[in-house]
């Protein structure tokens, strides 16, 4: 009885067998094994919070092992690499090894280059600087820009105490080109030591400010004639023989650009509607659009007498 019960099992066994060979014959030649390497930041776990890491590598490959499918879904953000300083103490540690978690436990960690990293554990800093603000480009001819706001003009530095202590300033750089009116932008904070070198490695709060660009054109300063007017018709017999102002120029002092069409600076006119003797009147001379003008007022004159026959 156990014979033919055998018999009638042992064949179904072997089928079993022979079928999960093929699945896995066929799983291989469908969706092979394959290597593909990563490129991927190292993080820093467990260390205490009162120090910093130094020297660290900011990324390592790794060689990984997985099936053809898993590989077309896996991308380098997948894939942690890490360095456990849990019972580090500020000074150098060598040889701590590269630890990696990878999505899937299907997968094998070929290789990891670098294997294990020297690192320099020091106190963690912090320091305020001042934005100082540097223009570069050329601005229209004529027109200068400058520093209106920063806000904040005040940024914060953290990061391992030899690294702060380089930091000598935080700079922005600002592109005036062609630029002939004022602006708002915001722009990246760069942190520099003494002689102009970038310093690497720090937290800086908040990497970009805000920045108001005056933009305002150059001025200079002429003197231009004084013009007079007269306006209505004077009594019957008489006529208008000459007209005087005091003084017969005035100093202006306008953008560049007002000058090319301002030669001269029209007073008010002189009403002599009527008039059978000369006028005389102070007048205020008018300020030409964002000028300033020298004096304030002036006295004009207008000579009449007898029409000649």
Not at 109 to 137: H, Q, W
Not at 236 to 264: C, D, I, N, Q, W
């Amino acid at each position: 009885m156990k014979i033919t019960k055998l018999h009638w099992w042992l064949p179904k066994i072997l089928c079993f067998i022979a079928a999960c060979a093929l699945w896995v014959y066929v799983m291989n030649e469908q969706n092979p094994q394959v290597e593909n390497t990563y490129t991927v930041p190292v993080e820093v776990r467990n260390l205490d919070r009162s120090l910093v890491a130094v020297d660290l590598p900011e990324k390592v490959k790794i060689v990984v092992r997985m099936s053809r499918s898993e590989m077309i879904n896996t991308r380098s953000d997948d894939i942690k690499a890490y360095v456990d300083l849990t019972r580090a103490d500020a000074g150098n540690v060598k040889g701590v090894p590269i630890q990696v978690v990878l999505p899937s436990s299907d997968e094998t960690v070929v290789s990891i280059d670098p294997k294990s990293v020297d690192i320099r554990v020091e106190p963690y800093a912090v320091k305020s600087l001042p934005v100082t603000v540097y223009f570069f480009g050329t601005p229209t001819e004529s027109f200068t820009p400058s520093v209106q706001q920063v806000t904040p003009d005040t940024i914060t530095i953290a990061g391992s105490r030899s690294q702060v202590a380089k930091a000598s300033k935080a700079v922005v750089s600002v592109n005036v080109a062609n630029k002939t009116e004022s602006f708002t932008e915001f722009e990246t904070v760069n942190v520099l030591d003494a002689s102009g070198r970038a310093v690497k490695g720090l937290q800086i709060m908040p990497v970009q400010v805000q920045l108001a660009i005056g933009v305002t054109e150059d001025k200079r300063t002429a003197s231009l004639p004084l013009v007079v007017n007269t306006t209505g018709t004077p009594a019957l017999g008489y006529s208008v023989h000459r007209v005087v102002s005091s003084p017969a120029m005035a100093t202006v002092t306008a953008p560049v650009s007002l000058f090319a069409s301002l030669k001269e600076i029209n007073l008010p006119p002189v009403d002599v509607s009527g008039a059978n003797a000369s006028v005389q009147r102070d007048v205020t001379i008018p300020i030409p659009e964002n000028a300033t003008i020298s004096p304030a007022t002036a006295s004009v004159s207008v000579e009449i007498g007898p029409s000649s026959r």
